[in-house]
């Protein structure tokens, strides 16, 4: 017979905890395996009653909502966590983001009232900042690609080369100048439905540079500032449609109140 | 020397950009747990510490960890830290003219006062001069100006630091805490006095101090058949023979207190507390247990502070409890016990590299893994026959080892694995094939023992490497063929074998790297020009296998020799006769050249020696030459549980 740990089974769950993080400046580079195992230390660090795993070598109860690809910023990343004792949810949130390193920061912690919270992310709001592009010519590649039917691009998946399209995901884009600082810098914010294969930031600017030829002479900051539902109500002409936060049910179920 | 004052170009700025483009960009980030940084103007001096291999190897080390933290605990100090790049890194840092930087601050490495170098084996010397290029610092020390730092070699290799003598300003022998607290004293007092003499005033007063050996005041002249005839100070001053430091009382230096914890994957995801430093087996090929004496163990106390508060610190889920020989603790079993009974249920696991073969062992690891999986055991009888390790003074005979991996498979473990070396001195062919015996007597007991047939036993073999300051010094290398023919040989009898062969694994390396490690190893002087060459040829990360090239050192070293009366053999396969200087005379390790000459004669006759920390001494000289003595329990303490608060 193999050994089977001694002992009574770990203890079960009872309060699930939904998180929102960010990803922010230079840790922005710290891939989601890193990211999630400097999460779990943090967890230990905090002291966290965490819910276990059986077996011999148990995980703590961590569920990951997808992650931003590596060297992307995030203002709204997601992560359900099960513990074993009951915790004040404002109380998780500041000690877990004093134990991580500023940078990964730990920006709401509620209490989890209905599961699901992967099937409330349905979209992204990213922010595309192109430093040394001028703001017409950001309007110029936007306004056409919106025009295109298909932006097709290919990228290096594990089963090799794919051509995935660029263009059908894309829910909305927009495009601003920035004015504040001495170079000419071109923002331009869209929102992508969550697809499968997945259209990244990085594939909506390689099909600008190539599909409507935009150069890009510095390396663009890619930030996702939201992710949510898409409202049933479609968005006024040249705005972005809105994404409901996936944390909104759970502050609803568990103040009774709308979120702020 | 350096700058005084922080107006660097930003690198970080230029960095960032650019950091998509290369693999694992995280590890040039910085910003771990527990990063040190410091304001570059409020502090006296400044040393960048580096450990030369890839961030994911040299982060979790131990030593520069250690020195980091003891260096930036002082207020006059400031240290931080650098890697090596990899080589997509370093196209991207020349196409783009970024200097070698600091992952703490992102500052440019020859702003700095000190470059340490912490070297664990020869095979980083190639990356040395690739950081050196990078930071802009003249890679002949002797074109170096007043502004470049002073670079210092530390760690094992240092022990011979001949090959890269003409890389290096200075070198630090031995434990480094006490040592690079008076290089910053030394450092401080010479800018305080208005840095008279400039670079050359500075390693003067470094040299004339002891605390470190300064290579470019010493001449080696050579006899006409290639050997050396003398090494002689080049001023009055500096002393003859530069003598290894030793640190006295491991409880009054509990480092690392708050370990850096990386975002980027590292090799070892623990936190580690040594529980003594030092060995004295007397294995006779172990370089680390012959330069390391005497024995100073950490008490139970002070270890279970370490790890308590080490856990608290960091989060890490594994504490491993390091030394030589840890099983040697004299309060090993209250230690595991104490440490196990603490953390019972809380999945912290504990680990202890157990290469000693010994039933006690067992109980240990049981302990340890006492509601973990049992999955591996290791042990290291290193050689495969009871006459090597008699020549090698392991002193454990096959009924031992039997004994023992009976127990580990009655105890539920499924796998052993078996460490061996190739290539020591007298070995013969047969006492490599008794590995193979060896390792099926091992699977015929732990059936048994187990009560079932799938059990595991892995061999893993390396080359044998002779190093400097051991008994094996003068002895001869084997040549790579051999060791390969011999290798392939025990192999085939594993692999062959109808009743066993499935149930064992035998992993073992080619015979060539090792040769280039012995070149590094006892070279001289000399071969530094070997090393220049290889790395001007493109020679990076010699210890990955993906990036070593034989044939270009052995080009390069066939190129340099020419004409000369040394060669690759020479260096390598070569026996050393008693009255050859050899390269590291000067630099004392305190054990005595006598004592080691008959150590070596011993292991000829296979005359084995007893530890000295339960027999008499055996004068190997040492503690009367260092002042050192050997420091053990048991102390009779206890490990307390946690106070619940």
């Not at chain 1, 600082?181 to 439905?193: D, S």
């Not at chain 2, 002949?140 to 502004?147: E, F, P, Q, S, V």
Request: proline share 7%; with cysteine; glycine share 8%.
């Amino acid at each position: 017979m193999a050994r089977q740990p001694d002992g009574p089974p770990p203890p079960p769950v009872v309060q699930r905890l939904a998180i929102r993080y960010a990803k922010r400046g230079r840790l922005r580079f710290t891939s989601h395996r890193d990211f999630a195992r400097a999460f779990e230390r943090a967890l230990r660090r905090a002291e966290l009653p965490m819910a276990y795993s059986a077996g011999f070598t148990p995980h703590p109860k961590v569920s990951w909502v997808g992650a931003a690809p590596t060297g992307v910023a995030s203002e709204a990343e997601y992560v359900e966590i099960g513990l074993a004792e009951a915790r004040e949810p404002d109380d998780v949130r500041r000690d877990l983001d004093a134990a991580l390193p500023p940078g990964l920061d730990v920006d709401a912690v509620v209490e989890v009232a209905s599961k699901g919270l992967a099937d409330r992310v349905e979209a992204s709001h990213w922010r595309l900042e192109l430093p040394g592009v001028a703001p017409e010519e950001a309007e110029r590649a936007v306004t056409e690609f919106l025009r295109l039917e298909a932006a097709p691009v290919e990228r290096l998946m594990k089963d090799g080369r794919r051509t995935i399209d660029a263009r059908a995901a894309v829910v909305g884009m927009h495009s601003r100048g920035e004015t504040d600082t001495g170079q000419p810098c071109a923002i331009i914010t869209l929102v992508v439905r969550h697809t499968t294969p997945a259209v990244r930031p990085d594939d909506v600017l390689t099909a600008l540079r190539q599909t409507v030829a935009l150069s890009t002479p510095i390396t663009p900051l890619v930030t996702r500032l939201a992710q949510g539902l898409l409202g049933e109500v479609p968005p006024a002409p040249g705005e972005l449609p809105q994404l409901t936060d996936p944390l909104v049910p759970d502050v609803a179920a568990t103040t009774g109140l709308p979120p702020a | 020397m350096p700058v005084e004052s922080a107006n660097f170009p930003g690198i970080w700025e230029r960095l960032e950009p650019l950091l998509p483009s290369v693999q694992k960009p995280i590890q040039y980030v910085g910003g771990e747990l527990h990063a040190t940084s410091k304001d570059w103007d409020e502090t006296d001096v400044r040393w960048a510490l580096m450990y030369p291999d890839a961030y994911e190897v040299g982060l979790p080390n131990q030593g520069v960890q250690i020195l980091y933290e003891v260096l930036n605990e002082r207020a006059d100090t400031l240290a931080e830290r650098t890697y090596s790049v990899w080589p997509d890194m370093e196209a991207v840092m020349r196409t783009h003219g970024i200097p070698q930087f600091t992952v703490d601050a992102h500052r440019p490495v020859r702003a700095f006062d000190i470059l340490g170098v912490s070297f664990s084996t020869e095979l980083g010397y190639t990356n040395l001069l690739t950081a050196l290029d990078l930071a802009g610092i003249a890679i002949d020390a002797c074109d170096r100006t007043d502004d470049d730092p002073i670079v210092l070699a530390g760690g094992h290799a240092a022990f011979n630091p001949e090959p890269i003598t003409d890389f290096i300003d200075a070198a630090v022998l031995g434990d480094g805490e006490e040592a690079v607290l008076r290089i910053t004293d030394i450092v401080k007092q010479w800018k305080t006095d208005g840095r008279p003499d400039g670079r050359i005033g500075l390693l003067q007063r470094i040299a004339t101090d002891g605390v470190a050996y300064v290579p470019s005041l010493y001449d080696v002249d050579y006899l006409p058949d290639g050997r050396i005839q003398r090494v002689v100070p080049k001023r009055a001053g500096v002393p003859w023979r530069v003598s290894k430091h030793t640190v006295m009382d491991l409880d009054k230096w509990p480092y690392p207190k708050r370990p850096l914890v990386p975002l980027a994957e590292t090799v070892h995801e623990r936190y580690s507390v040594e529980i003594f430093r030092g060995c004295t087996r007397g294995c006779r090929f172990c370089q680390a247990g012959m330069i390391t004496r005497p024995v100073r163990e950490r008490s139970i106390t002070t270890v279970g502070d370490m790890v308590q508060r080490g856990i608290a610190a960091t989060g890490f889920e594994e504490v491993g409890l390091l030394s030589l020989s840890s099983a040697d603790h004299s309060e090993i079993g209250e230690i595991a016990k104490g440490l196990a009974d603490r953390y019972d249920g809380d999945n912290v696991s504990l680990s202890l590299p157990s290469t000693r073969v010994d039933a006690f062992n067992i109980t240990l690891a049981n302990e340890l893994s006492r509601n973990g999986r049992r999955t591996g055991l290791t042990f290291a009888p290193e050689g495969g026959s009871e006459r090597m390790r008699k020549v090698i003074n392991k002193m454990v005979t096959e009924d031992d080892l039997i004994r023992t991996v009976a127990t580990a498979y009655g105890n539920g473990w499924r796998q052993v694995k078996l460490y061996f070396m190739c290539g020591l001195p007298t070995e013969t062919d047969d006492d490599v094939m008794q590995i193979a015996d060896m390792a099926k007597r091992v699977i015929a007991t732990g059936r048994e023992a187990a009560g079932r047939k799938d059990i595991r036993c892995t061999i893993s073999i390396g080359a044998f490497v002779p190093k400097p300051h051991t008994p094996f010094q003068w002895a001869a290398q084997l040549d790579h063929e051999t060791v390969d023919r011999r290798l392939k040989a025990l192999k085939a009898a594993v692999m062959n074998d109808k009743n066993y062969g499935k149930s064992i694994g035998i992993r073992y390396h080619d015979g060539r790297p090792a040769l280039i490690e012995g070149l590094l190893s006892r070279g001289d002087r000399r071969v530094g020009a070997v090393i220049r060459r290889v790395w001007e040829g493109g020679g990076r990360f010699d210890g990955w296998s993906e990036h070593f090239s034989f044939d270009r050192w052995e080009r390069c070293a066939t190129e340099v020799f020419a004409d000369t009366p040394v060669s690759l053999d020479w260096f390598t396969t070569r026996e050393r006769e008693l009255s050859e200087v050899l390269p590291w005379d000067h630099l004392d390790s305190g054990l005595d050249k006598d004592w080691m000459w008959e150590d070596w004669q011993d292991a000829i006759r296979e005359v084995e020696v007893d530890d000295c920390r339960w027999t008499p001494c055996y004068d190997c000289g040492v503690c009367p030459t260092m002042g050192t003595e050997i420091q053990t329990g048991p102390t009779g303490r206890q490990l307390l549980p946690l106070t619940v608060v």
